[in-house]
């Protein structure tokens, strides 16, 4: 799995999600509804783990693991979702159980031990020697949907770290909206570096491809930052159809990519990038810039324009929303922060500038601000998605707004957090009599021709002097004078 190279083939053996449904509930006592912390270095035993999981009944609850040595670092986000979750078990792999048993011998003399006391550490590797590798699938028991199959924890950056409820319904629903949507089928190969405890990660790479029944071939978070060209050469040697990677990623490789040819250029004459379909850019603000730079480095090595979609989605919605945006537009950047979508023509679609056009006798000079689209939600996904405003009417295009969105894809709540679930995932639009609970996103964006364009978080809106600014746009203002 992660090799010298970063990248090893390696499948689980068959049966083994049963074998670990078994030692959950006869070795450890565990009964349906019941939680188990998954701490796992990046490898496929988190997944089979999180299958036993699924198959047993008990409640997955994917986390980052801690750094056994760095205990203090980590501690205060893996205590709190440990203590919300309710959670008496943590499975783990063996390498990082001895990394656990190693630390403690250190913190043993500084009186340090909370990581390991905290809960019972259950090595999943002892299950594969209980139980053989080689053990035939039984039956399987149907899930309700309405049962839970995880809790999917925010991160927690500004704000204690909440557990999304996901049930079986949810991803059902999501997973089939993700490989629609992506035209995802039995020929499908992801190569993915995501984390795997992430929402992204966990159901875009990792069980998407479960879903449509295609391959999957993974490396190491840690591995693509240290190395982000070796994601490169991967599509490449597997051929790989779908990629999902924040904003960032696509900058950070298509650098690095650079750098690496100036150095070595003839490693890189065999590098085919053809193969590529479907480019998710998500999670994160989507910059053009970072679309077209990775475009103009990959084109030569065979990646066909057309193929990198911003992608909305959020974890409240089990993960994925929309997808594949077609539209790219010019807007007034200080009518955008005053809640108003005012059409710009800039002559080359740039960020610099330009004159503004919209019914005043004279141009007016207005900066320019491109925003791409997200898609929006296919008519069979049986997604409701609403811009409302603070009072909870619904806004028409082209007013910025908050993104509300209802569909089974919707989460049931926050685990253990019922008047912060009644507040964000039932509420209420404006006349409407219906009853119909909305999930309120926290996200701002509008709608343009029935395309949904995202604008930022509506928590992180600054506001000087009376006027909106997002976070984003003054990083990237940053940027520009320091680089």
Known sequence: FQAEDGIRDRSPSRGLGDVYKRQLTETLGLSPGDRALLVFQPCLEFMVSFLGC?????????????????????MTIFQSILGSSGATVALTSGIYKQALTMARVKNVFSGEDGLRKSVKWECVDDVIK???????????????????????YTSGSTSEPKGVTIT???LAHNLKLIVTGLQ?????????????????????????????????????????????????????????????????????TAKKFV????????????????????????????????IEMFYAVFSPLGLRRGVIFPTYGLAEHTVYVCSNGE?????????????????????????????????????????????????????SANVELLIVDGDGKKMGEDEVGEIWLDSPSKATGYWS???????????????????RGYLRTGDLGFLHKGELFVCGRLKDMIIIRGKNYYPHDLEKTGETFLF
């Open 417 to 435: 957090l019922p008047e912060r679930s009644a507040e964000d995932f039932k509420a209420q639009v404006a006349g409407d009599s219906s009853g």
């Open 130 to 152: 209980k139980f053989g590798a080689d053990s035939e699938l039984t039956s399987l028991e149907i899930r309700e949907a309405s049962q839970i199959a995880f809790l999917q």
């Open 327 to 379: 539209q790219v537009l010019s807007v007034d950047k200080v009518s955008l922060e005053a809640g108003k979508v005012i059409m710009i023509d800039t002559g080359k679609g740039d960020t610099k500038k330009a004159k503004r056009k919209a019914g005043e006798t004279k141009e007016k000079e207005a900066v320019a601000q491109v925003i791409v689209g997200c898609g929006r939600p296919a008519d």
């Open 259 to 290: 750098l690496a040819q100036q150095k070595r250029g003839k490693e890189w004459q065999d590098v085919n990038l053809s193969s590529v379909r479907h480019m998710i850019n998500a999670a994160e603000p989507v910059d053009p810039a970072s």
């Open 54 to 74: 699924l198959m047993a009944g008990i409640i997955a609850v994917p986390v980052f693991p801690p750094d056994p040595f760095q205990a203090k670092r980590d």
């Open 184 to 252: 995802a089928i039995e020929d499908t190969v992801v190569v993915s570096w995501l984390p795997q405890y992430h929402d992204m990660g966990l159901i875009g790479s990792y069980l998407g491809v479960l879903y449509c029944g295609g391959s999957g071939f993974y490396m190491s978070p840690m591995t693509f930052i240290k190395n982000p060209v070796l994601w490169i050469r991967a599509m490449s040697r597997y051929s790989a159809t779908h990629i999902q990677a924040p904003n960032f990623a696509y900058t950070l």
């Open 168 to 170: 079986h319904g949810n």
